[in-house]
């Protein structure tokens, strides 16, 4: 089914996340310091990059071939038509909250050298995110195992 292969797709990237959130987890606490050290520069990238991917993916496919597969998805649905079906079928624990991850992933790709605290704060952010996001990729794939 088309929804097994979008999953597949998902869990590639919230998989390679993972492994860079396992790493920035074990620094502990950080500030703009990071920015000094070339090898965390390039693990926190990796990890905006999936965050970025797995939004991407999750908002723009899985949900929508999701939907379809049980036939409560229209072509006319808007993005929010659609978390707001996927809050009432229990998915989504409420559309507000991924509307702040996508407006966090905006704030993620505009780097801008002046504001190094900002994007440390975004970061820490997008690490929380991370854990939800997973949890409504979890829920729907547990929800599409009920039916």
């Not at 606490?29 to 390039?42: A, L």
Request: hydrophobic fraction near 40%; charged fraction near 35%; glycine fraction near 4%.
């Amino acid at each position: 089914m088309l929804t097994d292969d979008v999953l597949a797709k998902t869990y590639l990237h919230l998989q390679r996340a993972e492994s860079s959130l396992e790493e920035i987890l074990q620094w502990g606490d950080f500030d703009i310091q990071i920015f000094c050290d070339t090898e965390k520069v390039r693990t926190i990238d990796a990890f905006i990059y999936r965050f970025i991917k797995l939004q991407d993916i999750a908002g723009q496919k899985l949900f929508k071939v999701y939907l379809d597969e049980i036939g409560d998805y229209r072509d006319d649905m808007s993005l929010l038509d659609v978390l707001d079906k996927l809050e009432k079928l229990g998915i989504v624990r409420n559309v507000e909250d991924w509307m702040g991850y996508r407006k966090l992933r905006k704030e993620l790709t505009h780097e801008y050298p002046d504001n190094e605290a900002e994007i440390v704060e975004g970061i820490k952010l997008a690490l929380r995110a991370f854990k939800e996001i997973k949890g409504i990729i979890n829920n729907l794939e547990n929800h599409r195992n009920r039916k």
